[in-house]
């Protein structure tokens, strides 16, 4: 796997801190791979079958999370209403 390194700004730094002591991502690295993956989908840009073997793992490995299954469904739905514009 490459390796990158990043300069934050303090307060980029403390919102990706803040989304991991909230549980919502292991650690800094799992929630700036979301951010990319986010992006991608954005784009259109399709995932390679390998690609998708790799986030499972990296998901695999990073252990549990600390929100409910009705928190992440909250969540997602949360989501999908400000994308589409429902209430």
Known sequence: MAR???SLSDQQSDW?????SKGNY???EDYLRDLIL???????????????QDIVAASRAS????RSVDEIFAEAEA?????????
Not at 38 to 52: I, P
């Open 4 to 6: 990158l390194t990043i």
């Open 16 to 20: 990706v801190e803040s989304r991991v």
């Open 26 to 28: 292991a650690n800094a």
């Open 38 to 52: 986010m992006d991608r989908t954005q784009q259109g840009e399709t995932l390679s079958v390998t690609e998708l």
């Open 63 to 66: 252990g549990t999370g600390k």
């Open 79 to 87: 989501l999908a209403a400000r994308r589409t514009g429902a209430s």
